[in-house]
């Protein structure tokens, strides 16, 4: 067997073992509650779903309640780890997030935004708020990448400090929303994006993000081999054949289209896209045809975790899954902090 086929049947063995994981986690999150449902009555209440039967029992009718909210986390989660990912490879960062660059939070802005204007969530076309959040997510990401960029090279500090002062700002924004607001939904929905959670979770906004999700995803995995390109430099990979420039308006727009579905739905939820593709890097090394699918995964299976303990751990109250990420993700992202200031000197 040559070095390329191992690479090959272990990078199948990842994928398959990550989803085999993820849907154990669903299936178990579906069954823990208030009331509790066994696996084996879980996975034949979705049976019976798929194949449209009628709920027959109290079993059936708790687990398509909980459904959508396990999807959706999943989603979430997915969409949330392909854009750190592809961020990481295109600014050869790693420290590139999301959240951390102010890009979740733009699209916080932009959806609490829509709703502010009176616009609505619809399932179908081009629902106003994923698409006041794609625009949100989009700009912030351009103009950190701008602030970010000095003498035709990203400067790690100078991105991160680029990042911290686009959330401040676009905080503030959200702040400032309030303040003007006098309407009780524009308040609940500022408090909603800027903690993050599910507990509104229905089928709907599944509906609504899995398109954005998957195009922002796609859109990162087939640019994939331009971002390997991308990590010996910007020089090699133009004599690679990388359009450079097209390639990085291309994976930014992907990354922001992914992130912006994720905030549409959930709020700012930080974290997932710094932590996910580096547990994926410890297995599979930096191939972003391996990450971002194997990132995906990861982040699926860890906010379907995450999201579970929130909603039970300190039940009946229930925990903003935001907060959560951030006891997870803040020892980690200083970790990375410390040891990149060791590495540089």
């Not at 708790?62 to 959508?68: A, D």
């Not at 916080?108 to 994923?130: C, D, E, H, N, S």
């Not at 308006?249 to 974290?271: C, D, H, K, P």
Request: aromatic content about 6%; overall charge positive.
């Amino acid at each position: 067997m040559t070095p390329v086929q191992k690479r090959s049947r272990q990078r199948r063995t990842v994928w398959l073992v990550l989803s085999l994981l993820l849907i154990a986690a669903a299936v178990l999150a579906v069954g823990i509650g208030p009331v509790p449902v066994p696996p084996g009555k879980v996975l034949r209440a979705l049976t019976d779903a798929l194949a449209g039967r009628p709920e027959a029992t109290p079993a059936d009718a708790i687990v398509r309640i909980r459904l959508p909210r396990v999807v959706l986390a999943a989603v979430v989660g997915a969409g949330l780890a392909t854009s750190g990912a592809a961020l990481q490879g295109l600014f050869k960062n790693a420290m590139a997030d999301p959240y951390l660059l102010g890009i979740s939070a733009g699209g916080a802005l932009g959806a609490t935004l829509a709703i502010a204007l009176g616009l609505g969530m619809t399932a179908v076309g081009m629902a106003p708020v994923p698409l006041f959040a794609f625009l949100g997510a989009l700009a912030a990401a351009w103009v950190v990448y701008l602030l970010g960029r000095t003498g035709g090279r990203v400067h790690t500090e100078t991105l991160l400090l680029a990042g911290v002062a686009m959330s401040a700002l676009l905080s503030a924004a959200m702040s400032f929303l309030i303040a003007l607001s006098n309407r009780h939904e524009v308040v609940n929905a500022v408090y909603f994006w800027m903690l993050g959670g599910f507990y509104r979770a229905d089928w709907p906004r599944v509906a609504v993000a899995v398109p954005y999700a998957l195009l922002g995803s796609g859109l990162s995995w087939l640019y994939a081999r331009d971002l390997n390109a991308l990590l010996l430099g910007e020089e090699s990979a133009l004599h690679l054949g990388v359009d450079v420039e097209r390639m990085k308006i291309i994976v930014l727009t992907g990354a922001a289209l992914a992130s912006a579905a994720a905030v549409s739905v959930s709020g700012i939820i930080g974290f997932v896209g710094l932590i996910a593709p580096h547990v994926v890097r410890l297995v599979q090394g930096p191939d972003h045809r391996a990450l971002i699918p194997s990132a995906a995964l990861v982040g699926a299976l860890f906010l379907v975790v995450c999201d579970t303990l929130a909603r039970t751990a300190f039940a009946p109250t229930e925990m903003p899954i935001g907060v959560l990420t951030a006891f997870t993700g803040v020892p980690f992202f200083l970790y990375l902090l410390r040891r990149s200031r060791r590495v540089g000197g």
